[in-house]
Nanobody, 121 residues
Framework: QVQLVESGGGLVQAGDSLRLSCAASGRTFSTYTMGWFRQAPGKEREFVAVISWNDSTYYRDSVKGRFTISRDNAKNTVYLQMNSMKPEDTAVYYC???????????????WGQGTQVTVSS
């Protein structure tokens, strides 16, 4: 069992930066692929970024060059650094854990409760 707790959300202006953190319980964190997903009001949940157990990373096109996913296995934590933020980045952001490398949220077994990110124009 893995428990995930996100933090770091908030209200920022367009062009600002924000860093999300996701702390995981358990001793096998390093063996999981970790993903960040988001869901805006009235929209489907979408993949944002994924980092595999061996640090391969994947990003949706709209965040490439602006967002960076990273992990610290010693701290059981995954991060999402968000720069040059845009109003369209506004959403609830969730972290999730999976065995295997996927960009579809359907394959993720564990989810955090989410953290709100709002970007004003």
């Amino acid at each position: 069992q893995v428990q995930l707790v996100e933090s770091g959300g908030g209200l920022v202006q367009a062009g600002d930066s924000l860093r999300l953190s996701c702390a995981a319980s358990g001793r096998t964190f390093s063996t999981y692929t970790m993903g960040w997903f988001r869901q805006a009001p009235g929209k489907e949940r979408e993949f944002v970024a994924v980092i595999s157990w061996n640090d391969s990373t994947y990003y949706r096109d709209s965040v490439k060059g602006r967002f960076t996913i990273s992990r610290d296995n010693a701290k059981n934590t995954v991060y999402l650094q968000m720069n040059s933020m845009k109003p369209e980045d506004t959403a609830v952001y969730y972290c999730a854990a999976a065995k295997g490398v996927f960009i579809s949220g359907s394959f993720y077994d564990y989810w955090g409760q989410g953290t709100q990110v709002t970007v004003s124009s």
